[in-house]
Structures are given as structure tokens and as C-alpha cells.
């Protein structure tokens, strides 16, 4: 099975930097993905992280390091509207199309 | 185009009741996905199906619960004599292919809500 790892929480102001770690345990790997979720929205795809490095998408960027087990979430110039919960995803195998979600990390922007 | 469509966007049922909800994924996704998401934590895989393979249910929490879907289109999740616990919002997804890096679109769920 997979087991994913993320902090519960962050704090930030706007216009700062925050990082979100993710660490897994999968018995294969084979991607990991961020999503976004408002609150009482649905989660919306952020990023997909397929081999090692740094993806990067306007403000947000995504990083992987497979021999680690570990990736993050980058999100930079904080904006109010990025208050919302970011999950990790991965997929097992690359015939197992079932996406294993973390816990969350609540990421608040205050003023 | 149109995004995943869920119904009902909330239902409070009877302890013992059982409960039919839908999903219609967007037009031409082959996979299609159910997760449960309790108040304030993560999303439990509970069904996955692509195109004519048989679904994986290995998520399902219990033999009262079930799931169908026709063709490449609409999908019920059934939960038969519902319980307290089963109170969460239900999420449906749909995803092109389901290949590895495909995303997962997802519907605005239904908040089910056992009494």
C-alpha cells in the first residue's frame, strides 16, 4: 500500500514563501501529484511530478527527489485567495491507476 | 465544457436508510473515481473504473457499499443501511485515459448526512 506524509498546518503573510513537504512509502512509485482544495470546493490538479527535479508553474512550483521518497509544493508571492488545503497524491504502479491521497496541509495567508 | 456533475449536493438520510448517489463525468473521460472525504482530512480511495476492465474496488470500507457504471458514462455509488459513520462528503472524479500523469477533475461531491 502507500502511506503519505505532509505537515497538518502552515502559517504565512502574503507575499511570503511556503513550502509544503510530502513524504511516501509505495510499494512502487510511479508519480506524484499536488492538488488544491478550497474550503467546501473540489480539489482541483496542481502539478505532476513524474521524474526528479522542479516543475515549475507561475507561482507554484513542484520538486521530486524519488530516491529520497520526497517532493514539495513551493508556493511563492502568497496571495489571500491561496488559503486553502494542498494534498500529495501517488500512484503505485503504472498499472494502478488508483491515486493515493495525503491528509492535507491547511496553508493560511494572513494580511 | 461541462465539469463533473454530482447529485444530490446533499443528502441527510435515516440510519438504516439506503442511499443512491449519482456522477457524470465530462464527456469522453474513460476513468472514473469515488472517494470519501471525512470533515477535515484526506481523500480515501474507495472504486476506480477504466473503460471495460473490472473496476477496482479494493477501496471499498464494506460490503455495503457498491458502485456501478455504464459504459464510459454515469456512475452510482450505492450505500445500503447507512450508519453514522458513513457521514462525509462523497467524491466523484473523472480523468482522460487514466494514464499516469492524467489529473483527476472532480465534482463539487455530496454531503451525506446520516441521523
Known amino acids: 500500500g502507500q502511506s503519505l506524509e505532509q505537515p497538518s498546518e502552515v502559517t504565512a503573510v502574503e507575499g511570503a514563501i511556503v513550502q509544503i513537504n510530502c513524504t511516501y512509502q509505495?510499494?512502487?512509485?510511479?508519480?506524484l501529484s499536488w492538488y488544491q482544495q478550497h474550503d467546501g470546493g473540489a480539489p482541483t490538479f496542481l502539478s505532476y511530478?513524474?521524474?526528479?527535479g522542479l516543475e515549475e508553474t507561475g507561482r507554484f512550483s513542484s520538486f521530486l527527489s524519488r530516491s529520497d521518497s520526497y517532493g514539495y509544493l513551493l508556493l511563492q508571492e502568497l496571495q489571500m485567495k491561496d488559503s486553502a488545503s494542498y494534498f500529495c497524491?501517488?500512484?503505485?504502479?503504472?498499472?494502478?491507476?488508483?491515486?493515493?491521497f495525503g491528509a492535507g496541509t491547511t496553508v493560511t495567508v494572513r494580511a | 465544457g461541462a465539469g463533473v456533475s454530482q447529485s444530490p449536493s446533499n443528502k441527510v438520510t435515516e440510519k438504516g436508510k439506503d442511499v443512491e448517489l449519482r456522477c457524470d463525468p465530462i464527456?469522453?473521460?474513460?476513468?472514473l473515481y469515488w472517494y470519501r472525504q471525512r470533515l477535515g482530512q484526506g481523500l480515501e480511495f474507495l472504486i476506480y473504473?477504466?473503460?471495460?476492465?473490472?473496476?477496482?474496488k479494493s477501496g471499498l470500507p464494506s460490503d455495503r457499499f457498491s458502485a456501478e457504471r455504464t459504459g464510459e458514462s454515469v456512475s452510482t455509488l450505492t450505500i445500503q443501511r447507512t450508519q453514522q459513520e458513513d457521514s462525509a462528503v462523497y467524491l466523484c472524479?473523472?480523468?482522460?485515459?487514466?494514464?499516469?500523469?492524467?489529473?483527476?477533475?472532480f465534482g463539487n461531491g455530496t454531503r451525506l448526512t446520516v441521523t
Open positions: 472524479a473523472s480523468s482522460f485515459q487514466g494514464t499516469q500523469n492524467s489529473p483527476l477533475h
Open positions: 509505495t510499494s512502487g512509485f510511479y508519480g
Open positions: 511530478n513524474g521524474l526528479d
Open positions: 497524491a501517488v500512484r503505485g504502479r503504472s498499472n494502478d491507476y488508483k491515486l493515493s
Open positions: 464527456s469522453g473521460h474513460t476513468a
Open positions: 473504473f477504466q473503460g471495460n476492465s473490472a473496476p477496482d
